[in-house]
């Protein structure tokens, strides 16, 4: 109950629930900018429906993600000040770029696309919700690059007279590794989670026989696009896990529980005990199947080379930044990698099926009555990872910098946090009951109820510039 124990929990709490609503918004967005972009080249209305319905599901969500997103900056300096004084010089340019660049872009023709129809020309109105999509994910941008300077430090110094680090190689920043990894990883998520909530909410209307020809058509786009971002997502996991086994050996060592060195090294299917590899119940490893080396391969694409024990890194550690515990809490990195690995494969395999369904009629299927609780899946991957992304570079809070403990604000008290604790967790539950009602009762009202509620007008600039 200390206030960086409280600190970190309050931090942890907003951050989860404000990613829960990121992928869906970076994802969605495209959809709907599609959906709208096919009408305009058809005239079909169906195509018209279908951006409505999605893009007021879109709207719902952007709008409670803007909201839980604003509290995350105002942290900084309330909880984490000592943060903002050490690294404000590097940390806040991207985020003032997010905020004048992308954000205003996203938030600015969101509207324009939204109430501009038949009051703008179409190809305005049509690049309007394109420039959302765009907007939205350079704002991931830039937010991730930040992420990926405290992962990865690149173009700074420290200035010995203040003891701040400042940056002096803009462009070692936006070109960092890290962040484009993060990047690749995020944006293929966003859009596996909006293809899972249009698989699941088109496969709820399909089995009660609603707007087969929309639903149909928005389940048949989502198997597709479902596979192929589920599957860049694992390519971009795995591609993210090797540069961390070069810049951040301690946190790839620890996802696996590898607490010795060995070449070449097994990678841990399950472990049932403490992980500590001394009170183990049962454990199982690619080793057990004849397979070695995997761990080796996952770091390196190499099945000899030697991954470090974290009892090395341990000591490696004391070595160069002084005595300390430099090891991350192993149940957290551990069982938050399987759950994520364990689910995107699963994702990867739901949409296979469902692709290989759609040569048969499917609104008949019995099988379609469970589709809709798919849609949780990617929210489970999505948070396992961001919560396997902060906790494995514990005890820092600036990979090699600055620890956790160094960047809490200095005059905070427990009761402080505690209030401001209790305060965040009811608002944002009452945001979650909030959202979820609004979700629910838009997606299963059908395209036809987002239509009636739309600003349904004639297009007066129809044709005006075709």
């Known amino acids: 109950m200390d206030p960086i124990t ?13 990613f829960l609503f990121v992928p869906l918004t970076l994802g969605l967005g495209w959809f709907v900018a599609y959906m709208q972009t096919r009408y305009y080249q058809t005239r079909d209305e169906d195509y018209r429906k279908m951006a409505k319905f999605w893009g007021k599901l879109f709207l719902i969500n952007f709008a409670i993600g803007v909201v839980t997103g604003i509290v995350q900056e105002f942290q900084f300096g309330m909880n984490w000040s000592e943060y903002s004084r050490y690294v404000g010089d590097i940390f806040g ?22 109430f501009g129809e038949g009051r703008v020309p179409e190809k305005v109105h049509l690049a309007s919700i394109w420039l959302v999509a765009i907007g939205s994910n350079l704002s991931a941008l830039w937010i991730l690059l930040a992420n ?6 690149v173009g700074y110094v420290i200035n010995e007279a203040t003891g701040r680090a400042e940056l002096v190689d803009f462009f070692a920043l936006i070109t960092n590794p890290k962040g484009w990894l993060f990047f690749w990883h995020t944006i293929a998520a966003g859009l596996a989670t909006a293809s899972f909530l249009i698989l699941g909410v088109s496969a ?31 390519l971009g996991g795995h591609t993210n896990g090797q540069y961390m086994f070069e810049t951040q050996p301690m946190k790839f060592s620890a996802i696996e529980a590898h607490w010795e060195t060995s070449a070449p090294a097994a990678f841990s299917i399950l472990t049932i ?24 391969f996952l770091a390196c694409n190499n099945f000899e080379c030697e ?6 890194l341990q000591a490696e550690y004391e070595a160069l930044y002084g005595p300390g515990d430099y090891i991350p809490l192993m149940v957290v990195t551990y069982w938050t990698f399987r759950f994520m690995m364990t689910v995107g494969l699963i994702m990867m395999l739901v949409s296979f099926l469902f692709l290989l369904a759609l040569r048969k009629p499917i609104e008949n299927a ?5 589709v809709p609780w798919v849609i949780a899946l990617p929210y489970i991957a999505n948070t396992s990872g961001w919560i396997l992304t902060e906790m494995g570079r514990q005890p820092w809070i600036v990979q090699g910098l600055l620890k956790v403990q160094d960047a809490v604000s200095p005059n905070l008290t427990t009761l402080d946090l505690l209030i401001s604790l209790i305060g965040y967790t009811a608002i944002y539950g009452a945001l979650a009951g909030a959202m979820f009602y609004l979700m629910k009762k838009y997606a299963v009202a059908g395209p036809d109820a987002a239509m009636h509620e739309s600003v349904d007008v004639a297009p007066s600039f129809a044709g005006a510039d075709d």
């Open 6 to 18: 409280l600190s970190r929990w309050q931090f942890g709490l907003t951050t989860v629930y404000h």
């Open 93 to 114: 340019a991207p985020l003032a770029i997010e905020a004048l660049l992308a954000f205003f872009l996203e938030s600015t023709f969101l509207g324009v696309w939204i």
């Open 148 to 153: 990926g300077w405290m992962q990865h430090p």
């Open 204 to 234: 709820y209307h399909i089995v009660r026989k609603q707007n087969l020809k929309i639903f149909k058509a928005s389940f048949q786009m989502a198997a597709i696009v479902g596979l192929i971002s589920s599957t860049l997502v694992f």
């Open 273 to 296: 005990g403490d992980l500590t590899g001394k009170q183990e119940v049962w454990s199982l490893r690619t080793d057990a199947f004849g397979i070695h080396g995997v761990l080796s």
């Open 307 to 312: 991954v470090k024990g974290v009892n090395q």
């Open 366 to 370: 019995k099988w379609m009555k469970w």
